[in-house]
Each structure stands twice: as C-alpha cells, then as structure tokens.
C-alpha cells in the first residue's frame, strides 16, 4: 500500500488482491504486477505492468493524463 498527496487529494494505491474476481485479479494470478488507486473511496485508475488505466473518476477530479 502506498499514500500520497497530489494537491488536494490523497491517493491511495492498494496491490490488487489476486482472490477476487476482477480480470485484474486474473492478472495478478498470472504474477503480473497490478495496483489499484483510489481517492475519497472512489477508483480512479489501475496500474498494471506499467500501463496506467484512468477510470471516468481520474477525470472528474481533473487529474492529470
């Protein structure tokens, strides 16, 4: 898990939890590396493997591409 501020939200970045369901967990069984990020309990993106996924939440808080 990893906080920190980008100015005026706090971001949080959990690594995904391979036991649930998501395809995301799909690619954490496959050992790829994946963390989910959040701010104010909503999901904003999704980084796996380098690649970063921005949820309609990124750009509602006018976060940066």
């Known amino acids: 898990m990893v906080l920190f501020d980008y100015a005026p939200y706090r971001i949080d970045g959990i690594d995904q939890n391979p036991e649930t369901g ?3 967990a799909l690619l ?3 050992g ?3 963390m989910q990020f959040s ?3 909503r999901n904003i993106g ?3 493997e380098g690649e970063l996924v921005r949820y309609p939440a990124w ?3 006018g976060l940066p591409e």
């Open 28 to 30: 954490a069984c496959e």
């Open 59 to 61: 750009h509602s808080l």
């Open 46 to 48: 999704n980084v796996s």
């Open 32 to 34: 790829k590396r994946v």
């Open 22 to 24: 998501s395809r995301w």
């Open 39 to 41: 701010s104010g309990r």
